[in-house]
């Protein structure tokens, strides 16, 4: 146990298990206007490219550390790890290619005049900062889910890091019974959070 201890990956690092997905799911566009702007540089180009290859590489990182505990601990679970990690990258990809699709692009590109519009007119006179809060609540509610919505994310958000500190914790301790229980609940998260994605995709694509 002490090996693992000292090869043990931060919080920081499996958290990304779930939380792209989750991030994903609060505001899909700006997400993927990280990934794919058709108005970057080359420069910026390079710059994303690498970021994004070192967030691939990084969940094969996660994905290879929780298989060897998950055989290590509850070797019964190992299969519907597997299947949450590939669905799980399955509707990454597919979030991505949204960024190329011109609804999309459209939508970006819409929050963007309204937010310069807003400014402009605070900047004028012609609106308060209040009104144009206001203004793009109502937009937000419209484009990304009410506030309701907004912090039941919020809510899940950190009942996510709670599971992960008792992750940390059960590894710390060593103890095997506290480990393979805090496996099943990270699993169960994963694939929570996989059919949340989905739910949030099929929206997207009509």
């Not at 390079?46 to 070797?75: D, F, I, T």
């Not at 900062?129 to 039941?152: L, S, V």
């Amino acid at each position: 146990m002490k090996m693992w201890k000292q090869g043990m990956m931060t919080t920081a690092l499996v958290m990304g298990l779930v939380m792209p997905g989750v991030a994903l799911a609060q505001d899909v566009s700006a997400t993927v206007a990280q990934v794919s702007n058709p108005t970057h540089s080359h420069d910026e180009h390079g710059e994303k490219h690498m970021k994004v290859r070192h967030s691939s590489n990084r969940g094969v990182h996660q994905k290879m550390y929780m298989l060897l505990l998950a055989e290590k601990y509850a070797p019964d679970s190992v299969g519907k790890w597997q299947a949450a990690f590939k669905e799980r990258d399955r509707l990454m990809s597919e979030f991505e290619a949204l960024g190329d699709d011109p609804k999309w692009q459209a939508k970006r590109e819409e929050r963007k005049q309204l937010i310069n519009k807003l400014n402009e007119q605070v900047k004028k006179g012609e609106i308060t900062n209040e009104q144009m809060e206001k203004q793009f609540k109502e937009w937000k509610d419209k484009n990304m889910g009410p506030k309701e919505e907004r912090d039941a994310r919020k809510a899940r958000i950190e009942q996510m890091k709670k599971t992960h500190e008792a992750f940390d914790s059960a590894i710390e301790s060593g103890d095997t019974a506290k480990i393979k229980e805090s496996l099943q609940q990270m699993l169960e998260q994963m694939q929570a959070n996989n059919s949340r994605m989905a739910e949030k995709l099929a929206m997207k694509k009509k």
